[in-house]
Every structure is written in C-alpha cells, then in structure tokens.
C-alpha cells in the first residue's frame, strides 16, 4: 500500500497548481482520501476529503471556492486543483487514505 504525491512547486500569489495522489495496493473508490498540508511551526491541517460513497466532498473554510478534491478511479489517483493561491497556502502537501500517508509535496506561493 503506498500513496505517492506530485505536483508541487513554486508558484506566484494567484496562481494556479494541480497536486496528484496516486495509490497503488487499494481502490482510492474505497476509501476516504484526503489532503492535509503542514506549515512550518504549525499542525498538520485537513483540507480537503473525499468520500468513498458518492462524490461528497468536505474543504476546510480557508480553502472553500478555491481548491477542488477530485478522484480519478481509473488512474487511482486524487487530485487537489488548487486555484487562486495565496502566500499562506504555503505548505507541505500530504494525502493521506487507507489509514496511510504519503511522503509529501512541497507548495511555496511567493508575494
């Protein structure tokens, strides 16, 4: 079981980054995934799930309207549109289902 992240980066206040979790040992259709992200000197946050029934989805508030969870089962792999960056999304990204953590994805939003 392993989940394996992509897509960070550096990017400019107001840009745009597509983060990848891409699953290997479990159907990401079977589990709840999600995203959390760890600022430095802060705790590890949630920001986005998915749900394994349906598409429900759940965003933190400070992420509402501008970041979008998604699921491919195909690929078994979710995906985190983030939109409209700013300087404190900056963080390391984790996805985190079946009860695993991937190794994370770094995201630096500059000014």
């Known amino acids: 079981v392993q989940l394996v992240e992509s897509g960070g980066g550096l990017v400019q206040f107001g840009g745009s980054l597509r983060l990848s979790c891409a699953a290997s040992?479990?159907?990401?259709?079977?589990?709840?995934m999600s995203w959390y992200r760890q600022a430095p000197g802060k705790e590890r946050e949630l920001v986005a799930s998915i749900s394994n029934v349906g598409r429900s989805t759940n965003y933190a508030d400070s992420v509402k309207g501008r970041f979008t969870i998604s699921r491919d089962t195909i690929k078994n792999t979710v995906y985190l549109q983030m939109n409209s960056l700013k300087t404190e999304d900056t963080a390391v990204y984790y996805c985190?289902?079946?009860?695993?953590w991937g190794q994370g994805t770094q995201v630096t939003v500059s000014s």
């Open positions: 985190n289902g079946r009860f695993r």
């Open positions: 040992g479990f159907s990401v259709s079977n589990y709840v």
